[in-house]
């Protein structure tokens, strides 16, 4: 018998219908995936609770509990005492376990579930007794059953009676792989991460295209990108990340595109090439982390100019954020210092200084054939560097 197990609670996955099953296997294996270098655990499913239980006890519960906090698809966590079914030995368990907490708590209340039917108590006198115990070995507690510093959580279950505290919550969503594939166009910035990491939420499997153009932009910018995708991969799982050269298609545009349109006819040959990318991957749409008005390419005349060369929906996950939600989301998720390193990337290389903010499809695409695009497109595809982002 396990010494110490955690508790994973289902979220939206136990509403699902007759493929709810699809999803709970998906999740399963995300977990174990995720807890591969973590140590030996076994994880197992019953009613609408995941266990994790460690296989000796040597290993790292404090790292288990952190990458399980992260996997898409948990609503809620606890790591919890295992007890044998007795109502002795949950007592005992129960005050050995969370004597911490006990300790540090004024009033407590006691919740019992009691899953298995054959065992003699119910509920109610479960979570009298273990009340009763614990006010005798903690006589500094008082009762509060409606707002008590700590919920002593009693659960009478299958195999065995587990004991813990509050449940923590955990990263929401749907599981990872369960939501399609897309690719998310990634810059080095603070929107594009966030914009990842919520789309994972949803259940999308990422591939992220980043857009370089050495000498201008620098291996740091690069190596910045990297880290970012490897904060966003703790809660997405792995990501292919692919990087296209861009440093031939911008100096032609910087030198021959009207430069008031310069930026949105970026754009447009971006969203060519990551979806020429993203096909190739797999992938059956876009993602950008665009918020309506932050710059002047993210107006609504900018994005229907660039919107008019996609032939697969764009997500923009962003698009009605104030700048504060998404720094609140990056600093949650430990992307903003990273972010705002300052190194240069594509976006703000060559920067027009006076960018049009309502620019017309016509006059665009008239800008655009001062270059030789499709060519240029097919140079900047020619040499892709493509490597995996482990979480």
Request: hydrophobic share 40%; glycine share 6%; proline share 5%.
């Amino acid at each position: 018998m396990p010494q110490e197990v955690i508790l994973l609670k289902l979220g939206e996955i136990a509403l699902k219908g007759l493929n709810r099953r699809s999803f709970e296997d998906v999740l399963l294996k995300n977990i174990r995936r995720r807890l591969q270098n973590a140590g030996e655990f076994s994880v197992s499913s019953v009613q609408s609770t995941i266990y994790v239980e460690p296989k000796s006890e040597n290993e790292d519960m404090d790292l288990a509990e952190d990458r399980v906090s992260k996997v898409f698809g948990v609503v809620g966590y606890a790591r919890a005492g295992v007890a044998e079914k007795d109502l002795a030995k949950i007592q005992e368990r129960a005050a050995e376990y969370l004597a911490d907490q006990l300790e540090e708590a004024s009033t407590f209340k006691v919740e019992c579930k009691r899953s298995d039917k054959k065992f003699p108590y119910k509920s109610p006198e479960i979570s009298a007794e273990v009340g009763g115990f614990l006010l005798e070995k903690f006589p500094h507690l008082q009762v509060d059953v409606h707002n008590p510093d700590l919920i002593v959580r009693v659960e009478v279950r299958e195999r065995y009676a587990f004991v813990h505290g509050d449940t923590k919550p955990g990263a929401g969503g749907i599981p990872v792989g369960t939501g399609g594939k897309a690719a998310i166009l990634i810059s080095g910035g603070l929107d594009s991460p966030v914009a990842a990491w919520m789309m994972a939420k949803r259940g999308v499997e990422l591939t992220a295209i980043h857009f370089a153009s050495p000498p201008y932009t620098s291996e740091l910018a690069h190596e910045k990108v990297v880290r970012l995708l490897k904060k966003v991969a703790q809660y997405a799982g792995r990501i292919k990340f692919v990087t296209v050269n861009f440093t031939h298609l911008q100096e032609e545009i910087r030198d021959k595109c009207p430069e008031e349109l310069s930026t949105v006819i970026l754009r447009r040959f971006m969203l060519r090439a990551a979806e020429r990318v993203a096909r190739e991957e797999g992938c059956s749409a876009l993602i950008t982390g665009e918020s309506l008005g932050q710059v002047a390419s993210q107006t609504i005349q900018a994005i229907a100019c660039t919107d008019a060369v996609a032939t697969m929906p764009v997500f923009r996950p962003l698009i009605g954020s104030d700048k504060s939600e998404i720094v609140k989301v990056a600093r949650m998720i430990d992307t903003f210092d990273i972010s705002i390193e300052p190194y240069e990337d594509c976006c703000t290389i060559f920067t027009p200084k006076h960018p049009r903010t309502k620019p017309i499809l016509h006059f665009v695409e008239s800008g655009e054939k001062a270059i030789d695009g499709p060519a240029l497109l097919e140079e900047s595809l020619e040499k892709l560097e493509t490597q995996w982002i482990m979480p």
